[in-house]
């Protein structure tokens, strides 16, 4: 029962006590209420979302197309699962998916709960068309906590920690980050090795990539690199699967990031900002290959909630509606910009990157260019001291990446830019 004298400690302590502690959380302020791109604790310390939910909302906290349209939903009916009683909602949703996804193909689409169910998904939907079994991501992935979301992963700690053996024929490959020497022509010529030392590429059946690493750091595919990985899969006939749960959705100034590419992907997952802030994933690719599962094979009690089936037809409706596709890159670059001009006073900071708003900051050693994880941590602490929520990724721990709700308004952006500032600045003086 929830209790109306509440305090950041008190729950904290509570918390403690009935929570497993493997649920790893980044602050100790309970959240209150929330609108657009501000969030209030218990106690009424307002903060500026620069993590929005971990990239979930585009769309801001309740925006009011889309509680409108949960509200209506929830006035007919809030569950029946789509395998006993089907709903057009989820139709409805499928049809859209299969129009504004990149591809000039017949598609299908699934409809899941999470992300990491669409990557599960994913690999069951590429074995049964492949009738091949083995998978390749790549270092610094992340496709999910599941099990065979866990072994797609490219990152041990956390997410690998004291959960093995992983599920066999999973393989990686470097991804290619010139920034620490790895060049494209390294990460292709990995590839190749792998199919003469590991794996014969017949038993290949799909290669999973993020074209902007989430967890990963925010490390952008280059170009070459995913063209060259399309012939690879073509020559081999091994399904592109591209993983969009994190770039979705307007993130990168594009609907999807793989607009940003000259080419197409078999399989395309995507989760997210799809659904302003409801559980929803989907899987949407080719139509013979999502044909392929016999019927029951895919799918889920709550797969395609009615709920969020309608947040999600409004947060499409909302992200073309309202030009946030165009106001990402808008916002991406006056933060780009900053971040920029504070690299002569702040040495640390050795790379600023990011298509439209998936813009990252990677702080380094000033003599050496090293990762530097303690800088990122106070630069996260001071942000949070002067109400700023930053999140941390990379596989060192040393990049900040930003997820603010896209529709932020002008003036709180622009506080927090200046507050993002501020905390660097006292983050190296400290």
């Known amino acids: 029962m929830l209790n109306s004298a509440r305090s950041n400690a008190s729950l904290q302590a509570r918390k403690d006590a009935a929570c497993a502690k493997g649920i790893g959380v980044m602050t100790q302020h309970f959240t209150a209420h929330a609108q657009n791109a501000e969030i209030w604790d218990v106690e009424g310390n307002r903060f500026i979302d620069f993590a929005g939910g971990i990239a979930v909302l585009a769309t801001g906290h309740r925006h009011p197309r889309i509680v409108a349209a949960v509200q209506a939903q929830l006035a007919q009916f809030h569950h029946t699962c789509f395998h006993v009683t089907p709903y057009e909602g989820y139709v409805a949703l499928c049809e859209r998916l299969n129009e504004i996804t990149p591809g000039k193909f017949a598609k299908k689409t699934a409809l899941f709960t999470t992300g ?51 599920p066999a024929e999973v393989f990686h490959a470097p991804y290619p980050v010139a920034l620490h020497g790895v060049s494209v022509d390294d990460s292709m010529a990995a590839l190749e090795t792998l199919f003469k030392t590991d794996v014969d590429p017949r038993r290949v059946a799909a290669i999973f990539i993020e074209l902007v690493q989430g967890e990963g750091g925010f490390y952008v595919a280059p170009p070459e690199f995913v063209k060259r990985l399309r012939a690879l899969c073509d020559q081999h006939g091994i399904l592109l699967v591209v993983d969009e749960v994190q770039t979705g959705f307007a993130r990168t100034g594009k609907r999807f990031a793989l607009e940003h590419y000259e080419a197409e992907a078999d399989l395309i997952t995507m989760a997210k900002s799809l659904a302003g802030g409801f559980p929803l994933s989907a899987l949407t690719g080719r139509a013979e290959l999502m044909d392929a599962a016999g019927s029951g094979g895919i799918g889920g009690t709550y797969a395609g909630n009615p709920l969020a089936c309608a947040a999600a037809l409004a947060a499409i409706d909302v992200i073309e509606e309202e030009g946030l596709i165009e106001r990402a890159s808008v916002l991406g670059d006056q933060l780009k910009c900053m971040l920029g001009g504070l690299r002569n006073e702040v040495p640390e900071i050795i790379d600023v990157r990011g298509p439209g708003a998936m813009v990252a900051v990677e702080f380094g050693t000033a003599d050496t260019g090293a990762p530097d994880a303690d800088m990122t941590r106070r630069v996260q602490a001071e942000a949070l001291k002067r109400g700023l929520l930053l999140l941390i990724c990379g596989v060192y721990g040393n990049v900040i990446r930003f997820l603010f709700p896209l529709t932020i308004e002008d003036d709180v952006y622009a506080q927090g830019l200046e507050v993002l500032a501020e905390s660097i600045r006292a983050a190296r003086a400290s």
């Open 116 to 166: 990491a169910e669409a990557v599960e998904n994913a690999i069951k939907v590429a074995r049964a068309a492949t009738g091949r079994s083995a998978v390749i991501a790549f270092s610094g992935a992340f496709h999910g906590r599941t099990m065979m979301g866990m072994a797609l992963t490219g990152k041990v700690a956390p997410y690998k920690l004291g959960f093995g053996p992983m």
